[in-house]
């Protein structure tokens, strides 16, 4: 059973940073992509950033210049880099794999932007 774990999450100020991790257990190198979704209250999940190997990325147009994804494969590791942080980036952080045509997720982590 594959479990990702996500950790990093917490309340900044507008204009602040913070990394957010999400931990496989099993290689990430099994993993041609990989994701990380967030979910704002009372709205549908959305796609924030994807990586796939060797490392092409793709990011939603909200957070286009402010946010970085990475992964490190020796650690079965991905990040998010997030900058200059807004308020309406105030959601639970969600990391995700596709293994054998299912998509698993972590448990997410909370970010809290204030303003």
């Known amino acids: 059973q594959v479990q990702l774990v996500e950790s990093g999450g917490g309340l900044v100020q507008s204009g602040g940073s913070l990394r957010l991790s999400c931990t496989v257990s099993?290689?990430?190198?099994?993993?041609?992509?990989m994701y990380w979704y967030r979910q704002a209250p009372g709205k549908q999940r959305e796609l924030v950033a994807l990586i796939s190997t060797p490392g092409s990325t793709n990011y939603a147009d909200s957070v286009q210049g402010r946010f970085t994804i990475s992964r490190d494969d020796a650690k079965n590791t991905m990040f998010l880099q997030m900058n200059n942080l807004r308020p309406e980036d105030t959601a639970v952080y969600y990391c995700?794999?596709?293994?054998?045509?299912?998509?698993?997720w972590g448990q997410g982590t909370q970010v809290t932007v204030s303003s």
């Open positions: 099993k290689s990430s190198f099994s993993f041609n992509v």
């Open positions: 995700a794999v596709d293994l054998y045509g299912e998509r698993l």
